[in-house]
């Protein structure tokens, strides 16, 4: 988006400038004015209206459209489909990785597995998912969401029936490595289509339920593994029925986005304004739409001249930062340690001291807290920051970690410490779910500008995976070789890290269109904590 050091200052039009967005379940007013911390002075919200070489070698200027209020109607039915229908691949997600907490066990009886070879079974469709997060937002970018949402459909339900029917432990980690790709691309692509789909006001509540959907597959795996698992678990191959189930939402994901429409903010990209307009006059009123599409194809238009969208796109300093930031946000997220009890949860209630029936029962709970604390999450982001409750969650998590590993330590083996670490283990993931875990997914949507949002979030999300991975691959080993006291005081260390990084780096963005955080962070209006103070060039940000 911005040009060389030697090229003019090209002025951006976008959204809204000066006029402040309605109250909602996602956004509150802006402020009158924003404050650069590096200045430590006021900027009335109008001073942003003008790009000057001063301000920044690539500051966009923002333009003053303002948009008509959202409005009920049909529209909002609508909307409320399409967003529906397109969490099913939230829900795949969540189910393909929280199927195997309780399929493991009979899983690893059946293909004789080690605790290494359990962790690969495992951890196989976490590579898978990075693998797919980056080609997804590559081939979304390039052919559409909608289309890379169906091309997931087909993934999700190969790489079902493949594990369904492996015969051996080669065939099930290639099924679960497709299942991985479908994963990773559905990371991706689902929460940029709903955001670029949303309206300003409703962004954050939309892109939310795919994570809200997440959770709910997750929640459906461990209940549905625990009917089957104590219905029918002396049967061999009962690890076949729990996995099976995962093929009923890839159907209603395929056919469901035949009938929905794509995004209307990649379609402006494409150059197909027509189009777009069709769509915004499908989820907002007449003239929200006719408004809206002015606001955003303004943007588009002056990235398209840029060529950009790519690797070449790091040559801007602020750009850097946002991706940066953008890691953090999906390494943080990783290392709460969320994911292994997700994913091995049945095993580390055994390991505390529960049956192997009863620990299938025991980690529902895991699976009612996790959805408690995204409904939880979904209404504290409609009143605070986003940064405020990732500070929060991870103060908290840091906390749960600590007790998980000191009441490990010193309770004597048998169901009284059992029944602590789960009561522990649910608050872990209460807290996380009701903070980290939302907010870092909505966040990941936000930060990056529309023409590097495909990339910059397929490098964020591949970060994520492999992080994901390695944690993955190696808890079992772990908690098996050092035991749960010293495997969650690692995730304490880790999560203070996390603590220190949110606090230091991670902008706030609520309340802003998207076309407004990414004017704001390219000015310096959003501020980024402990930036030093100075002016950048080569096409960089300044004053900060």
């Not at 006001?201 to 892109?207: C, F, N, T």
């Not at 197909?272 to 606001?295: C, F, G, H, I, Y």
């Not at 490098?459 to 991975?469: D, E, P, R, S």
Request: with cysteine; charged share 15%; net charge neutral.
């Amino acid at each position: 988006m911005a040009p060389d050091a030697t090229g003019p200052t090209r002025e951006i039009a976008v959204a809204r400038a000066g006029s402040p967005l309605p109250p909602s379940a996602d956004a509150a007013e802006l402020p009158a004015a924003v404050t650069r911390p590096t200045a430590e002075v006021s900027l009335p919200i109008e001073s942003l209206m003008t790009s000057t070489p001063q301000q920044s070698a690539s500051a966009p200027a923002l333009s003053n459209i303002a948009l008509p209020p959202l409005g009920a109607g049909p529209h909002t039915s609508r909307l409320g489909l399409i967003a529906v229908i397109a969490t099913f691949g939230g829900l795949l997600f969540g189910y393909d990785t929280g199927v195997i907490n309780g399929a493991l066990a009979p899983l690893a009886r059946d293909f004789g597995l080690t605790p290494f070879t359990e962790g690969v079974v495992t951890s196989i469709l976490l590579l898978g998912a990075a693998v797919g997060a980056l080609v997804g937002g590559r081939l979304s970018d390039r052919f559409g969401r909608r289309s890379n949402i169906m091309l997931l459909a087909v993934l999700f339900l190969v790489g079902a029936a493949g594990c369904v029917f492996a015969p051996n432990l080669e065939v099930m980690v290639v099924a679960r490595f497709i299942l991985g790709l479908a994963v990773g691309g559905a990371s991706v692509t689902v929460p940029v289509y709903l955001a670029e789909i949303a309206p300003t006001e409703r962004r954050g509540g939309i892109v939310s339920r795919n994570e809200l959907m997440i959770v709910i597959g997750q929640f459906s795996a461990f209940v549905i593994n625990a009917v089957i698992g104590n219905v029918w678990g002396e049967h061999e191959g009962v690890w076949r029925y729990m996995l099976a189930v995962a093929a009923l939402p890839a159907f209603a994901l395929f056919f469901g986005m035949l009938r929905m429409p794509e995004s209307p903010r990649w379609l402006i990209s494409q150059g197909r304004d027509a189009e777009a307009l069709e769509v915004l006059k499908q989820v907002r009123s007449p003239e929200r739409a006719t408004a809206e599409l002015a606001e955003v194809r303004d943007l588009a238009a002056a990235e398209t001249e840029s060529h950009t969208g790519g690797w070449r796109d790091l040559r801007v300093g602020w750009i850097r930062k946002v991706l940066f930031i953008g890691i953090g946000l999906a390494v943080a997220q990783q290392v709460t340690g969320i994911n292994s009890v997700m994913y091995y949860g049945t095993q580390l209630l055994t390991e505390a001291g529960f049956s192997a029936n009863g620990a299938l029962i025991a980690n529902v709970a895991n699976g009612a807290l996790s959805l408690a604390g995204i409904l939880v999450g979904l209404r504290l982001m409609r009143t605070m920051g986003r940064r405020t409750l990732l500070i929060i969650g991870f103060i908290g998590t840091t906390a749960s970690h600590l007790l998980i590993g000191v009441f490990s330590m010193i309770l004597p083996d048998g169901l009284g410490r059992a029944f602590v670490i789960l009561v522990l283990t649910v608050l872990f993931v209460f807290i996380t779910q009701a903070t980290i875990g939302p907010v870092v997914w909505l966040m990941l949507a936000e930060i990056f500008p529309q023409h590097f949002r495909g990339f910059g979030l397929g490098i964020a999300v591949l970060c994520l995976w492999l992080t994901n991975f390695a944690i993955g691959l190696v808890f079992p080993t772990a908690v098996e070789s050092y035991g749960i006291s010293a495997t969650f005081f690692a995730f304490a260390v880790l999560n203070v890290l996390s603590l220190i990084f949110v606090s230091t780096s991670v902008p706030e963005t609520r309340g802003r269109s998207l076309e407004q955080v990414e004017v704001q962070l390219s000015t310096g209006a959003i501020p980024i904590i402990h930036i030093p103070e100075g002016t950048e060039h080569g096409g960089e940000m300044s004053g900060r």
